[in-house]
C-alpha cells in the first residue's frame, strides 16, 4: 500500500466512524420521537462553528463568535488530558489517573494564584502553570514508581490516586477547609484568583469567557508530544517499552526508570490542563467542580479517537470540546431539544464514537464496498486481516491492560 | 543499625520471622486504643508501632521480603497518629465510631455492589475479554432496576429487567469484541459513555425534574430467624442485611467451584488462556466467550439493582460513581479468582464504612477520612500483591485460522 493511501486511510476512517455514530444517535433520536436534523442542527449553531460561514451575520454572528470562543476554551484542557492519556498508551500503559492529575494541578493553580499578591503577574502566571504541571506529574510518577518497584498495576493505582486526589480537594476547599476562602462564608470555594494572575484573553471579552491563550498552551503541549515520540531517544524508549517491556530491558533500556518518567509526563499534561481551566476562565476551584469535573475521563475518549496521535487527539479534542459546548444547557436552542436532554445526548455521541473507533472493521467494509460494487480502486478491497494495520499505536491499548509476563 | 545487627549474627532469627513479627507488632498497635481494649493514652501504640516500623526497616533492606518490610513500616508508622486520635478523643466517641456489629453491617453494603461486578469481571476476563465496562453495566442495571420495579411494580421483574439491560450492553461488547474484533479496551470505555448517555437520556426523558419516585418496590432485607437475637452476630448480619448482599456472598463459591471444579469452567478457562488450542479440541470459543461476557454483564448490574434499587431506593445520574473501576481492580488485585475478589472487595468495603462512620470525630476531617478507602487498597495492592498475570488470552482478539 503507497504511503499517501495509508495516510488517507488513516483519516477517512476515523471520519467515517464520526459518521456512523452521528447517523446512529440520530436513529435513537428518531426513536424518541424527535426530529435528529434540527436537534444537530441546533447543535452545530450552539458550538458557534456557523461563525466560519461569511453569510451568517449580524447578532447571530455576535453570538457565534461568543459560541465559538467557549468551545475553543473547552477544546483546550480536553487536548491536554487526549494528551496525557495517549503518551501512556504509546508506552503501554493506561491512565485512567488523568482526573487525578487535573484536580491535583487545579488545586496547585489556584492556591499559587491566589497566593504571592505582589508578585510580577508574568512571572505569577509562569510560575502557576509550571507548578500545576509539575504537581500532575508528581502524582502521576507515584504510579509509575508503584508500578516499577512493586509491580502494581497502573490501572489500580491510578484509579485509587483519582479518588484520593478528589476527596483531599474537596476536603481543602469545603467550609472551614484549609484553602476555603474565608470570605465565602459557608460556600465551598477556593478564593478567588485576581485579574492579574488570569491567562491573556485574545479574542472576545475577557468578562464573557473570551478565548483565552491556554489553547496555545494546548497546541503547544501537542507539538512537544510529537517531537518527545517521534525524534527523541526518549520516546523511542517509550515506544519501545510500550511495544514489548522484555525486550525493551534486553536491548538496554532502563524499563522502570521508563514507566517512572513517561507517567510523570502524562501527569505534566494533565496539571497543564488544570492550570488552562483555572487560570482561564474558572478562576475559582468548587468542591463540585472537583468532584463534578469529567475532564480528565474524557481524555481517554479523546486519546483513544485521536489513535494516540498528537494531531488525533487534537481533532478528537475539538469534535468532543463541541459537542460538550453546543449541547450545554445554555447555548442549545431550547424550542429544539429539552437542554437538559442535550448533555445525555452528547454523553451518547461520544459513547457511539468510541466504540466505533474501537474497531476498524466497520469503516474498511465500507471502503471496501466499491471494490465489491464492482467501481473501487483495486487495493481499497483487498483482503481484510491485511488492512488491518500491525502497527496502529491504538493496538497498544488492549496491551496496556496486560502487565508484563514476569521479569 | 542494631536490629540489623541482631538479624545477622542469630540464625534461628530470620528475615521472614522478623517481618511477621513486625505485621503483628503494628497490628497490636493499631488495635489497642480501639474497642474493646479502648488504651486511654498513645504511648503504648506510639512504643509499639515504632518497633514495628524500625524491624521493618530492617526487614526492607532484604529484596526478597522487602513487601513484607514494606507493609509493616506502612502499618506501624499509620498506627501513630491513629494512637493519637483515637485517644484525643471521649472513649464515648471511639465506641460510636467502632461498633463493630455495625462496622460489619455497613461494610457489607459498600461491599455487595463491588462482588457483583468483580464476579463479573472475573468470568469475563477469564474467557480472554477484558471488560472494561463493568462501570457502564453496573450503571444500567442501577436505571433499569428502578425503572423496572416503578413500572412492573416488582421488584423481581426489576431485578431481571436490570440484569438483562446490563447483559444487553455485554452482548454489545461482545459483538465488538468479537465479531468486530475490536481493542476490547477502547469497546469497554465506549459502553460506559453510553450507559451514562442511555441511562441519563432516559432518566430525564422519564422522570423529569421529580426524580424516580420516593417509594418503589424495593430489594427486601432478609432477617435470619436462628442468629436474629444472637449478641453481636444478630446485630452485625441477622437482622437488616439485604438479600443481594447474601447472594453476592454466596455467589463467591458458586463462582470459583463451577470456574475450577466443573468442566465448564476448565474448558472456559481454557478458552481464555489458549483459545487456538481450545478451539483444536472443539471447544466452541466464540460462543463461549459471548456467554461470559453476557453473563458478566448481567452480574455487574446485579450489582447496579442492588445499589439503586436495594441501597439508595432511587436512580441519580452517574451513581455508580467510579464503583464498576473499583471492581475492575479487585479484579486485578484479586488475581482472577473469586475469593481473591472477594477479600479485596470487603477491604474497600470496611474502610469505606470506616471513613463514614469516621465522620462522627469531625465533619471537617470526615471528608479528608473518604479517601481512607483508597489509601489503603493502594498501600495493600502495593504491599501484598505481587506481579499478577492475567489469563494469557485476555484481551486479544480471536481470530479463526
Given at each position: 500500500m503507497s504511503r499517501l493511501s495509508r495516510a488517507g486511510r488513516a483519516l477517512l476512517v476515523p471520519l467515517i466512524t464520526v459518521v456512523i455514530a452521528f447517523i446512529v444517535a440520530g436513529l435513537v433520536m428518531l426513536i424518541t420521537g424527535s426530529n435528529p436534523l434540527k436537534i444537530y442542527a441546533a447543535i452545530f449553531n450552539g458550538t458557534g462553528l456557523n461563525w466560519l460561514f461569511p453569510w451568517v451575520t449580524g447578532q447571530e454572528r455576535t453570538i457565534a463568535a461568543l459560541d465559538l470562543q467557549q468551545t475553543l476554551v473547552a477544546t483546550a484542557p480536553l487536548i491536554l488530558t487526549g494528551l496525557s492519556v495517549a503518551f501512556a498508551f504509546r508506552a503501554g500503559l493506561f491512565?485512567?489517573?488523568?482526573?487525578?492529575?487535573?484536580?491535583?494541578?487545579?488545586?496547585?493553580?489556584?492556591?499559587?494564584?491566589?497566593?504571592?499578591?505582589?508578585?510580577?503577574?508574568?512571572?505569577?502566571?509562569?510560575?502557576?502553570?509550571?507548578?500545576?504541571?509539575?504537581?500532575?506529574?508528581?502524582?502521576?510518577?507515584?504510579?509509575?514508581?508503584?508500578?516499577?518497584?512493586?509491580?502494581?498495576?497502573?490501572?489500580?493505582?491510578?484509579?485509587?490516586?483519582?479518588?484520593?486526589?478528589?476527596?483531599?480537594?474537596?476536603?481543602?476547599?469545603q467550609e472551614d477547609g484549609p484553602l476555603q476562602d474565608p470570605h465565602a462564608l459557608g460556600n465551598p470555594v477556593s478564593k478567588t484568583i485576581p485579574s492579574k494572575v488570569h491567562l491573556p484573553v485574545i479574542w472576545g471579552n475577557p468578562n464573557l469567557q473570551g478565548l483565552h491563550i491556554g489553547i496555545f498552551i494546548a497546541l503547544g503541549a501537542a507539538m512537544t508530544f510529537w517531537a518527545i515520540m517521534n525524534r527523541s531517544t526518549l520516546g523511542y524508549e517509550v515506544r519501545a517499552v510500550g511495544h514489548n517491556p522484555d525486550a525493551a530491558r534486553g536491548a538496554g533500556i532502563n524499563v522502570a526508570r521508563n514507566y517512572v518518567v513517561t507517567m510523570a509526563i502524562c501527569g505534566v499534561f494533565a496539571g497543564l490542563a488544570a492550570a488552562v481551566d483555572v487560570l482561564?476562565?474558572?478562576?475559582?476551584?468548587?468542591?463540585?467542580?472537583?468532584?463534578?469535573?469529567?475532564?480528565?475521563?474524557?481524555?481517554?475518549?479523546?486519546?483513544?479517537?485521536?489513535?494516540?496521535?498528537?494531531?488525533?487527539?487534537?481533532?478528537?479534542?475539538?469534535?468532543?470540546?463541541?459537542?460538550?459546548?453546543?449541547?450545554?444547557?445554555?447555548?442549545?436552542?431550547?424550542?429544539?431539544?429539552?437542554?437538559?436532554?442535550?448533555?445525555?445526548?452528547?454523553?451518547?455521541?461520544?459513547?457511539?464514537?468510541?466504540?466505533?473507533?474501537?474497531?476498524?472493521?466497520?469503516?474498511?467494509?465500507?471502503?471496501?464496498?466499491?471494490?465489491?460494487?464492482?467501481?473501487?480502486?483495486?487495493?481499497?478491497?483487498?483482503?481484510?486481516?491485511?488492512?488491518?494495520?500491525?502497527?496502529?499505536?491504538s493496538l497498544d491499548a488492549a496491551e496496556a491492560l496486560r502487565p508484563e509476563p514476569g521479569r | 543499625m542494631t536490629t540489623t545487627t541482631i538479624i545477622r549474627s542469630n540464625p534461628a532469627v530470620t528475615t521472614k520471622r522478623v517481618g511477621i513479627v513486625a505485621v503483628v507488632l503494628a497490628a497490636i498497635a493499631w488495635i489497642?486504643?480501639?474497642?474493646?481494649?479502648?488504651?486511654?493514652?498513645?504511648?503504648?501504640?506510639?512504643?509499639?508501632?515504632l518497633i514495628a516500623a524500625t524491624l521493618g526497616a530492617a526487614v526492607l533492606r532484604d529484596p526478597k521480603h522487602r513487601r513484607l518490610g514494606g507493609v509493616a513500616v506502612g502499618l506501624g508508622l499509620i498506627a501513630i497518629p491513629l494512637a493519637l486520635a483515637m485517644t484525643n478523643q471521649t472513649s464515648a466517641n471511639v465506641r460510636t465510631v467502632f461498633t463493630w456489629s455495625a462496622l460489619i453491617a455497613s461494610g457489607l453494603t459498600f461491599t455487595t455492589p463491588l462482588i457483583f461486578a468483580a464476579l463479573g469481571g472475573i468470568i469475563s476476563e477469564r474467557s480472554g475479554v477484558v471488560n472494561v465496562g463493568l462501570e457502564g453495566m453496573m450503571l444500567m442495571g442501577c436505571f433499569f432496576g428502578i425503572l423496572g420495579a416503578d413500572v412492573c411494580n416488582s421488584w423481581v421483574l426489576g431485578m431481571l429487567i436490570g440484569m438483562a439491560s446490563g447483559g444487553l450492553l455485554g452482548l454489545v461488547h461482545a459483538y465488538f469484541s468479537?465479531?468486530?474484533?475490536?481493542?476490547?479496551?477502547?469497546?469497554?470505555?465506549a459502553l460506559n459513555l453510553l450507559a451514562t448517555g442511555i441511562t441519563g437520556y432516559f432518566f430525564v426523558a422519564h422522570y423529569g425534574d421529580n426524580g424516580s419516585p420516593g417509594t418503589l418496590p424495593e430489594v427486601p432485607n432478609v432477617s435470619l430467624p436462628g442468629i436474629k437475637n444472637i449478641t453481636f452476630i444478630g446485630d452485625a448480619i441477622g437482622n437488616n442485611t439485604n438479600l443481594l448482599t447474601w447472594v453476592g456472598l454466596l455467589l463467591v463459591p458458586v463462582v470459583w467451584w463451577f470456574?475450577?471444579?466443573?468442566?465448564?469452567?476448565?474448558?472456559l478457562r481454557a478458552i481464555g488462556e489458549q483459545p487456538l488450542a481450545a478451539s483444536t479440541v472443539g471447544l466452541k470459543v466464540i460462543s463461549?466467550?459471548?456467554?461470559?461476557?453476557?453473563?458478566?454483564?448481567?452480574?455487574?448490574?446485579?450489582?447496579?439493582?442492588?445499589?439503586?434499587?436495594?441501597?439508595?431506593?432511587?436512580?441519580?445520574?452517574?451513581?455508580?460513581?467510579?464503583r464498576g473501576f473499583i471492581a475492575l481492580a479487585a479484579v486485578i488485585f484479586g488475581k482472577w479468582n473469586p475469593f481473591g475478589a472477594l477479600a479485596a472487595t470487603l477491604l474497600f468495603g470496611f474502610s469505606s464504612a470506616l471513613a463514614y462512620s469516621l465522620q462522627t470525630f469531625s465533619t471537617t476531617l470526615g471528608t479528608l477520612f473518604q479517601a481512607l478507602p483508597y489509601v489503603l487498597t493502594l498501600v495493600a495492592v502495593a504491599g501484598l500483591m505481587g506481579r499478577s498475570r492475567p489469563p494469557a488470552a485476555s484481551g486479544i482478539p480471536y481470530v479463526k485460522e
Open positions: 491512565n485512567i489517573g488523568s482526573q487525578g492529575q487535573y484536580t491535583v494541578g487545579s488545586v496547585l493553580a489556584v492556591w499559587v494564584a491566589t497566593s504571592l499578591p505582589h508578585m510580577n503577574p508574568v512571572l505569577h502566571i509562569i510560575l502557576a502553570i509550571v507548578l500545576a504541571a509539575l504537581a500532575g506529574g508528581a502524582w502521576a510518577a507515584i504510579a509509575g514508581w508503584l508500578k516499577a518497584v512493586a509491580g502494581t498495576h497502573e490501572v489500580i493505582s491510578t484509579i485509587m490516586l483519582n479518588w484520593i486526589a478528589i476527596w483531599v480537594a474537596t476536603y481543602l476547599f482561564g476562565w474558572q478562576f475559582l476551584v468548587s468542591t463540585n467542580d472537583v468532584l463534578g469535573s469529567q475532564v480528565g475521563f474524557l481524555g481517554i475518549a479523546v486519546a483513544l479517537l485521536g489513535r494516540n496521535t498528537a494531531l488525533g487527539t487534537v481533532a478528537a479534542a475539538l469534535l468532543f470540546g463541541a459537542l460538550e459546548t453546543g449541547t450545554a444547557a445554555d447555548n442549545i436552542n431550547a424550542n429544539v431539544i429539552n437542554p437538559e436532554l442535550a448533555p445525555q445526548l452528547t454523553l451518547i455521541i461520544e459513547g457511539l464514537v468510541v466504540l466505533l473507533v474501537s474497531t476498524d472493521l466497520i469503516a474498511i467494509r465500507i471502503l471496501g464496498l466499491p471494490k465489491k460494487l464492482g467501481w473501487g480502486r483495486p487495493e481499497a478491497g483487498a483482503d481484510l486481516a491485511e488492512q488491518l494495520e500491525p502497527d496502529d499505536p | 489497642l486504643p480501639l474497642p474493646p481494649i479502648l488504651a486511654r493514652t498513645a504511648v503504648p501504640s506510639i512504643v509499639i508501632g468479537l465479531h468486530l474484533r475490536a481493542n476490547q479496551v477502547v469497546s469497554g470505555i470456574l475450577f471444579r466443573t468442566r465448564a469452567g476448565l474448558r463461549t466467550r459471548y456467554a461470559a461476557v453476557i453473563v458478566s454483564g448481567m452480574l455487574a448490574a446485579l450489582g447496579g439493582v442492588y445499589l439503586a434499587d436495594g441501597f439508595d431506593g432511587s436512580f441519580n445520574f452517574d451513581m455508580t460513581d467510579g
